[in-house]
């Protein structure tokens, strides 16, 4: 379980995440929503410890993060970064073996994992094993990415917009693998995305942020329900307005024909 107490990050007197709470339940996702520069990332970045809250506090199952080893906290939340942040002199299975090396795990038993992540990814292992990031596509760098948050089955993941550089059908099928993965896992999640169908997809519930703050929180009936303001409003509504546009098209290509 997470849980974000009051958190509140400031830059000089600018404050990019205002008196932040918010809980993850166990084996939960809540995806993150809200625009560019709404604190985000600087969010998930304060429940690791990437960066230090000014003020606030994470609970982690119930024990401060402040008292716990960053090395212990990196192994035990899957990290996956919204720049991928590869090892540039790595090559994509050390990159992939980063956390089960430092557990120690035998030369087999990583091989094993890097082929079954990378497969899982839908990347050719025997392909891109030996390559270094440099070498792959960017949305081939966020996939291996994605497998090295993956790589020690963490309890807890932190994804941030994981899947938004690839194009939209390897983008659905790795959703699809990723909802099955964290069913068979239970992992507990939050998940940023940019995309309000994504959202409401993968999040049992969705947390909307704007400016800073959080403007609501809840599951994706409830803010269909009632949406808190006008900008939740106009978020859910973006799927809704592609859906009549499209149909609108489709219509319009029949009385071509
Ligand atoms: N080191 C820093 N110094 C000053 N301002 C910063 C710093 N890091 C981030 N910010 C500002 O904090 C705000 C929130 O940034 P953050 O990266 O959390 O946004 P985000 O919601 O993840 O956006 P995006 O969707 O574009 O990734 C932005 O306005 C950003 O410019
Ligand atoms: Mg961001």
Same mark, same amino acid.
């Given at each position: 379980?997470?849980?974000?107490?009051? $958190?509140?990050?400031?830059?000089? /007197?600018?404050? &990019?995440?205002? *008196?932040?709470?918010?809980?993850?339940?166990?084996?939960?996702?809540?995806?993150?929503?809200?625009?560019?520069?709404?604190?985000?990332?600087?969010?998930?970045? @304060? +429940?690791?410890?990437?960066?230090?809250?000014?003020?606030?506090?994470?609970?982690?199952?119930?024990?401060?993060v402040?008292?716990?080893?960053?090395?212990?906290?990196?192994?035990? +939340?899957?990290?996956?970064? #919204?720049?991928?942040?590869?090892?540039?002199?790595?090559?994509?299975?050390?990159? %992939?073996?980063?956390?089960?090396?430092?557990?120690?795990?035998?030369?087999?038993?990583?091989?094993?994992?890097? *082929?079954?992540?990378?497969?899982?990814?839908?990347?050719?292992?025997?392909?891109?094993? *030996?390559?270094?990031? =440099? #070498?792959?596509?960017g949305? #081939?760098?966020?996939? %291996?990415?994605?497998?090295?948050?993956?790589?020690?089955?963490?309890?807890?993941?932190?994804l =941030?917009?994981?899947?938004?550089?690839? =194009?939209?059908?390897?983008? #659905?099928?790795?959703? =699809?693998?990723?909802? !099955?993965?964290?069913?068979?896992?239970? &992992?507990?999640?939050?998940? %940023?995305?940019? *995309?309000?169908?994504?959202?409401? @997809? $993968?999040?049992?519930?969705?947390?909307? @942020?704007?400016?800073?703050?959080?403007?609501?929180?809840?599951?994706?009936?409830? $803010?269909? !329900?009632?949406?808190?303001? /006008?900008?939740v !409003?106009?978020?859910?509504?973006?799927?809704?307005?592609?859906?009549?546009?499209?149909?609108? $098209?489709l219509?319009?290509?029949?009385? /071509? !024909?």
């Open positions: 379980m997470i849980e974000l107490h009051r $958190l509140t990050k400031r830059y000089g /007197d600018q404050a &990019v995440v205002h *008196d932040l709470s918010l809980s993850v339940a166990e084996g939960e996702l809540l995806a993150v929503l809200g625009g560019s520069g709404s604190g985000k990332t600087t969010t998930l970045k @304060m +429940i690791n410890r990437l960066i230090e809250p000014s003020s606030g506090n994470v609970h982690l199952n119930g024990v401060d402040r008292g716990l080893e960053l090395s212990e906290l990196r192994r035990q +939340i899957g990290y996956a970064f #919204q720049q991928v942040g590869l090892f540039p002199h790595m090559n994509v299975a050390q990159n %992939v073996a980063v956390t089960p090396t430092l557990l120690g795990w035998s030369a087999a038993a990583i091989a094993r994992r890097v *082929d079954e992540l990378l497969e899982l990814v839908e990347l050719d292992p025997a392909a891109v094993r *030996d390559r270094r990031p =440099d #070498q792959l596509s949305g #081939q760098q966020q996939r %291996v990415g994605v497998a090295r948050a993956l790589a020690a089955a963490p309890r807890v993941m932190l =941030d917009e994981p899947f938004g550089a690839l =194009d939209p059908l390897t983008r #659905q099928r790795l959703q =699809d693998s990723f909802i !099955r993965i964290r069913r068979e896992l239970a &992992v507990t999640a939050v998940f %940023v995305t940019h *995309d309000m169908v994504e959202a409401l @997809m $993968l999040g049992d519930r969705i947390a909307v @942020m704007r400016h800073g703050r959080l403007v609501q929180v809840g599951t994706p009936a409830a $803010l269909m !329900r009632s949406p808190a303001d /006008d900008y !409003r106009r978020l859910l509504d973006t799927p809704c307005r592609e859906a009549r546009l499209v149909n609108a $098209l219509a319009t290509g029949a009385a /071509d !024909r």
